[in-house]
């Protein structure tokens, strides 16, 4: 166990243990000083209200975690598709400064330039299918695990998901092998690329399927290695929006097939790669 997670679980510890010794009233009147401020803003006339609320929405609504990585050994990633374009940069200064690195994924479109703007003095890697931005400071040194990792999507509507899987698990230090449009509507161009991956001899395999999701069930039962399955919403009709993909998945009989909720590249990905950089760390172990 790292120091880290040792740390927290420590923390965890003392604060149980204040609230079993009578810690609540004082939690209460910490909590109470904290509220005040909010509470006067409730309370200060309508008209200003609005400018008030703007300076502490902006300190409250971002809390990038640039510990996790160190704790967990998962990326913190910024979902972009939901936030305002000052969030974004809020939070990816926050990571930048703390880990060196920021990982936006479903980057907004109209929040790019204005990313690419605020931070054109970095490195900066930008995948079109996925929308995914990656921003580096110059002393971000990237990480190489050993870990191996197949990326396989079924069609070629299912490769800006697959693409994201892809890129965090690249982030994470693995190798990532890809492997595109070769679903069951045609089995027969999976044979070949399916034989030359496992003889890469890869740690997990991300499967990457709308429609019928059928293709992760196939190769969980020829794979030797963990298999994620990844539903997307590709599809029409009562199994539209990945609803048909996700059931498929859920109720394969291949066993060592995992599955993610529909669209989920990027709990896909750092599930993959956290198991290959397991299997690297073994690996890394036995060979000493």
Known sequence: ?????????????????????????????????????????????QGTQDSIHC??????ETRPDAGRERRKGAPEV???????????????????????????SRMPARSLEAIR??????????????????????????????????????????IPVAEEAAMITEEMGCRVTRIYDVGV????????????????????????????????????GLAPVPVIGVPTSVGYGMGGKGVAALLSMLQTCAPGLTVVNIDNGVGAGITAGMIANRVAHARGQRSQ
Do not use: C, W
């Open 117 to 158: 703007s605020a931070f054109e003095h970095y490195e900066m890697r930008y995948q079109e299918a996925s929308h995914m931005l990656v921003i580096y400071t110059p002393e971000y040194s990237k990480r190489v695990t050993g870990g191996k990792v197949g990326v396989i999507s079924a069609g070629t509507s299912d």
């Open 78 to 104: 910024i979902f972009g598709e939901t936030k305002e374009t000052e969030q974004i940069l809020a939070m990816a200064r926050g990571l930048l400064a703390g880990t060196g690195r920021a990982i936006i």
């Open 1 to 45: 166990m790292n120091r880290e997670i040792e740390e927290q679980l420590e923390l965890l510890g003392q604060l149980l243990s204040d609230v079993q010794d009578g810690q609540r009233d004082k939690d209460a009147a910490h909590i109470a000083e904290q509220v005040a401020p909010l509470k006067q803003i409730n309370e200060a006339p």
């Open 55 to 60: 300076d502490v929405s902006s300190v409250m």
């Open 185 to 220: 509507a045609g089995l027969h161009r999976l044979i070949e690329p399916l034989r030359a991956l496992l003889a890469e001899d890869v740690d997990a395999i991300l499967v990457v399927a709308g429609m019928d999701g059928a293709l992760p069930s196939v190769i969980a």
